[in-house]
């Protein structure tokens, strides 16, 4: 049921609606939109400082431009609650049972508003910039703006754009969205570029936009909004690129979200008196606490370990090293290209660098740890976090990763079934100075398990022994292998349950050793199947008798859809891969 | 046998004997040097215009610096010629005989000069950058030095590199070696900077470098050798990041290769008189001829066609394009992110960017045909050059193609067999406006075929019906197919042979009709097995009776080896394949 029936917002069910309001009357909208963000991340999480920094700077733009003629392309899309509200979908904030039908990033099989499904960084002014040259080839006057945050400026591909945007040759608005943040503090030469331009309200000579060859405008405070309302009112039609810098206070409206920007970038559900998260803390030891444990153990054994990440500390809870050891400790900003080749530079001097990556963005790196990791054979390590099937937005899957890591010469990519199995392996990583490494963090909690200390140079497969079929289970769907087996007894089969240890090498005696006393090998693995571990196992076999059965997802984008139903549509539960099992056995 | 043997180079054998030498015995090795690129690369072909114009600049940093200690990470590593005649590596150059013993790149297993295989453009900075923080983590002292070309300046990757570098605290310094071009004309804002710097003699406020905090040195002509080692004296020990920027010319020493700088980035063998190349023209039509046509052809059909490439047109034969239709061609710069993220922009827009990739740069734009193509399904058309089996450096192999555009979702990889399927993929991919599709150019020459016009919406396998044995030849390997399925002709086996069609889709009709009567497919792919098409292939048919044989590279870099030699060596000739086959017959 709608919470806020007397609210104006109630009364904008598109732009046009907007624009018919005095200034008073955004003022109003602009309060009630922040509250509402606050209410539904209290009740759900999501992201926070970025949407209540940006408030003002979208009732100006919807006021003031035409969409969805004219074009606003928003960098990662974290900010655009405010709007999505205004073009349409408010009763997603406005009613509690409504939360769900909207999502959080742009969306364009939502709303004709957005263009993109986005939600990797930097992206914008490219986009913006091919927009923009397709309309003069089509002959068309629509105005085109890219919309960026400071922090999303340090990603090269924000810097190809902007080195593309510079020459052409009409209508064009970047808009820097400078809040001096990115996720966690901003990073680099981009920091101090910025600063020189607040600094000077915009008028230093030392502008690297100018430099380039942009138009230039600065609002000293783009959270006025009459102030960002005649900005956008002088720039509108304009007919060359021009970057629109606004200096904007993420988090504004919500002291805490000011006083913690980091913290309140993206939050869980809390309470709104206490700033409290109302998510119990997750059990402890598990496998974020363990790498933590682990990068500090090696760190106070004086090893030379530099713990390298680009912009998400808070996914590895790195905040413990960068406090307690900073000089163990870099953070490269959105700058994932860099992270890796950054690192290759490190450990070519005698130090050890462990890249922590989230899998998704690992993607903007695929080159770095290619060519300048395994061409050059360095021994980089890598945690994985996030590698494995999520419920979350077809943007920040993360099933890809075993496609990328285990394919490349090279690398070594090892999948612990428990937290003792995951210290091991990194413990071998960091002593092993031959090859580059990653470990695939388990995504679904794994147990403690026994104490183990193992040197992976050579994988040897752990084995259960049984007969007539083998269960290989991968990383933490090694669990998964045992509730199977454990049916499958019910059916009178003694199934073998391995451990393989590694995504990218196989034990290629253990394979060969099953084909004496066993018919069907099946594998199991927390990632897309395409070019991933399975297959690896189906064309060993290929040439032999063995008949095989790979599980693991589809290719395919899910979209904040339930784990448990794309489990369910990928055949991932014990019951439905066992009669999958009992089906092949019995043709 | 040494054709200089009176050449002051032959004294030269490590940095060291450099000291010892006059200004006027530098200049003297200038000429010497620049002599024998223009020797070599008239013989052999190699890069030409980048090394004759650093011959200055190289011989300044080592009379300057104490390198190995000292180390020097060259961009691209494309120009490193002089560097490899002056740190005992000359008789590569002196000695025809031994032109093979120097490789084109910079390699650690040449040499202790050599810290890193690169070949990938703009890492010069971020490698730098993690050795400058390695240096100081480990209480070391030399100077670390990044050299980097303008051209190289727009790849995102070096901007993340110089953000980072901005805030090192201790030595770092960073050579632009601004020669005004990439391999083509450079291309935007970044030449603007640039330029404005070169025409204010390094004083214009307007400085990118000192925007982000950088300390910055003008030298006005990089090509003097008094000039470079007074810059190079005068940033020797800085205790900060410094960026010394160079204005040298490409080409310097040869007029041919700076009238037409493009064409003389790198030559295939040529006639020292003339100028003209020796390497008789290829058979037309080709494969690249064919896609010229294509272009040319939908273009003038008024098409809404946009051809997009990174820098490399040379690769295409796109100058045809450029120059005749300016308006349908467009050259992003080095940014292959970038040419992604534009097109993806420009088709959202209606118009059809056709996106020309070198397989091994493609490797920098795996998250924008991933997130920003594949996530949003969107008709991007793609054309994938060298995406095979080469003799190459390492650096530079385009083996993985397959591994990654064929297990994205929504892409579709089309591989054709002959240049008539290559106009039928083509067009199709065009005409239909659903979803990516990429096709795999030919590596090796394939024959003109018949006429075909195909919707490959759906795809039909292509097949000579045998039985007992079915061939599956993906794209230009299906004429080894071919000639495998004679091999096995004489010994009684009449093999099926399949073209088909797609890297990215099975015909899972026609795998399941070979059942009936085959007991073993095997699969030919020019790419690496891991993650390939085999492998889609095993697993396809792992929980039944069919035996399956994958062929395809290794898992492995090969690095300046004879495409013979690694044929052989992954079993890929007509006879091994057949002898393989006959073997699994009869096991």
């Known amino acids: 049921m709608n919470q806020h029936p007397d609210y104006l917002l109630n009364k904008i069910s598109s732009p046009k609606d907007l624009k018919k309001l005095s200034l008073a009357q955004m003022e109003q909208l602009a309060q009630e939109i922040r509250t509402l963000i606050l209410e539904k991340d209290a009740a759900e999480g999501g992201h926070l400082g970025p949407d209540l920094g ?49 999502t959080p990033y742009t969306n364009p099989e939502e709303s004709p508003y957005d263009y993109y499904a986005v939600g990797h960084t930097s992206t914008s002014v490219a986009l913006a910039t091919g927009m923009a040259k397709a309309r003069d080839m089509l002959g068309k006057h629509e105005n085109i703006t890219a919309l960026i945050g400071d922090g999303s400026l340090t990603g090269g591909l924000a810097f190809e754009g902007f080195n593309n945007a510079a020459i052409e040759k009409g ?12 996720i966690d503090k901003n990073i680099g030469g981009v920091v101090t570029a910025l600063k020189k331009l607040r600094d000077s309200n915009g008028q230093s000579p030392d502008n690297p936009f100018t430099a380039m060859g942009f138009d230039y405008k600065y609002v000293s405070d783009g959270n006025n909004l009459q102030d960002m309302i005649s900005a956008f009112r002088a720039v509108k039609d304009i007919n ?8 904007t206070l993420k988090g504004k409206g919500y002291q805490p979200a000011i006083d913690n920007e980091e913290a309140h970038h993206w939050v869980l559900p809390f309470d709104l008196k206490t700033d409290k998260t109302t998510v119990p803390a ?27 990440n680009a912009a998400i500390p808070g996914v590895f809870g790195l905040d413990v090293i960068k406090n307690k050891y900073p000089e163990n400790y870099k953070d490269v900003g959105i700058a994932e290209q860099e992270s890796v080749t950054f690192a290759v530079g490190a450990v070519k001097e005698g130090i050890v660098p462990i890249l922590l990556e989230n899998s998704t963005f690992l993607q903007r790196a695929y080159d770095q740890l290619s060519h300048d990791v395994a061409a050059n054979d360095l021994p980089v390590v890598m945690v994985v976090a996030n590698g494995g099937i999520t419920g979350g937005s077809k943007t920040h899957l993360g099933i ?28 071998w990583a960091v002593k092993q100075r031959k090859h580059p490494v990653a470990i695939k963090s388990p995504v679904t909690p794994v147990p403690e398990g026994e104490v183990v200390d193992e040197d992976y ?74 070019g991933g571990f399975g297959e690896k196992v189906a064309s060993f076999y290929g040439p032999s ?8 997802e589809k290719r395919e984008y899910t979209d904040l859809e339930s784990v448990a139903s794309i489990y369910k549509r990928n055949h991932l539960t014990p019951d439905q891969i066992s009669k999958d099992i009992l089906d092949v056995l019995h043709q």
């Open 54 to 102: 940006i408030v003002e700077a979208t009732i100006a733009y919807h006021y003031v431009f035409d969409a969805p003629k004219d074009k606003i392309i928003w960098d990662v899309s974290h900010q655009t609650y405010p709007h999505k509200m205004l073009t349409g979908r408010a009763y997603g904030w406005l009613d509690p049972d409504r939360y769900e039908d909207v």
């Open 171 to 182: 209508n064009l608005i970047i808009v820097v969205n400078d809040n001096q943040m990115s």
């Open 240 to 247: 060359h690129p021009i970057v629109l810098h606004i200096n």
């Open 282 to 308: 997750p059990k402890t030891p598990n496998a974020t606490t363990t790498v933590i444990d682990l990068l500090e153990k090696h760190i106070k054994n004086n090893e030379k370990i530099l713990a390298i």
């Open 400 to 427: 890809f990763d075993n496609t990328m890591i285990a394919n490349w010469p090279n690398w070594e990519y090892l999948a612990p079934t428990t937290l003792n199995e995951l210290k091991s392996m990194f413990d």
């Open 457 to 530: 140079s050579t994988i040897h497969y752990d084995i259960k022994r049984g007969k007539q079929v083998a269960i290989i289970g991968l990383g933490d769907f090694y669990q998964l292998g045992e509730k199977v087996r454990k049916l499958l007894a019910d059916h009178s089969i003694n199934a073998s349950l391995i451990n393989p240890k590694s995504a990218a090498h196989l034990d290629v005696e253990a394979l060969n050793d099953l084909k004496k006393d066993h018919e069907l090998v099946v594998t199991l693995e927390n990632n897309s199947l395409a």
């Open 545 to 552: 008798d063995m008949k095989v059965m790979t599980f693991g």
